[in-house]
């Protein structure tokens, strides 16, 4: 599975951007996918992931209330909306996929996409 990640930029605190996730080679529909995001010189960390049926979600407490994830099957696609942003906001995102896991580690995810970048001024 490869993994495409776009829709980073450079925003202003309280906007908003929509990440973009395009996923070829695989079957969709059939995995788990997460988001995380790495800012200079700390870990990756988990942001927001959800199963291959949709339905449920999960969210790092920082950005619970302001992100949402969400898929599209049809369109092979996993989206994070992003509203409310922070300069603590800014980092490297990531998209990953999974076959049968969706928590909170990085670990746990096999398949990753390249990043995008995301800055939020003060």
């Known amino acids: 599975v490869q993994l495409q990640a776009s829709g980073g930029g450079l925003v202003q605190a309280g906007g908003s951007l929509r990440l973009s996730c395009a996923a070829s080679?695989?079957?969709?529909?059939?995995?788990?996918m997460g988001w995380f995001r790495q800012a200079p010189g700390k870990e990756r960390e988990f942001v927001a992931a959800?199963?291959?049926?949709?339905?449920?979600?999960n969210y790092a407490d920082s950005v619970k209330g302001r992100f949402t994830i969400s898929r599209d099957n049809a369109k092979n696609t996993v989206y994070l909306q992003m509203n409310s942003l922070k300069p603590e906001d800014t980092a490297v995102y990531y998209c990953?996929?999974?076959?049968?896991?969706?928590?909170?580690?990085?670990?746990?995810?096999?398949?990753w996409g390249q990043g995008t970048q995301v800055t939020v001024s003060s």
């Open positions: 990953a996929a999974d076959p049968t896991r969706w928590g909170n580690s990085r670990y746990e995810y096999l398949y």
């Open positions: 959800m199963p291959w049926s949709g339905g449920r979600t």
């Open positions: 080679g695989g079957t969709f529909s059939s995995y788990a």
